[in-house]
């Protein structure tokens, strides 16, 4: 595995993350937690969108992969975050 898949890896985890963390927000009705959530999720975008655009099957699968891994971590920090609120 490559820098470049580690970094791939990175910035798909964080961005699903953030998703999974703004939809508790949203159904919570957290405006704040709401702009810090979707405005990481846009910059994350504008880091991936040529990475998977031009990506190799291999690629595709290992970002894939990792935004599940972010949906389920934002999960539970979503969660977590909630119950310290």
Known sequence: MTKDHIRLMATAY???LFVAINTTFIAKGLPLGVAFATYSIQYLWT???KKVVFAKEFDRHLYSIS???G???GYYLGN???SVI
């Open 71 to 73: 949906a389920l971590t």
């Open 67 to 69: 935004g599940t891994a």
């Open 47 to 49: 880091i991936n969108v």
């Open 14 to 16: 964080f961005q699903i």
């Open 80 to 82: 977590l975050l909630l």
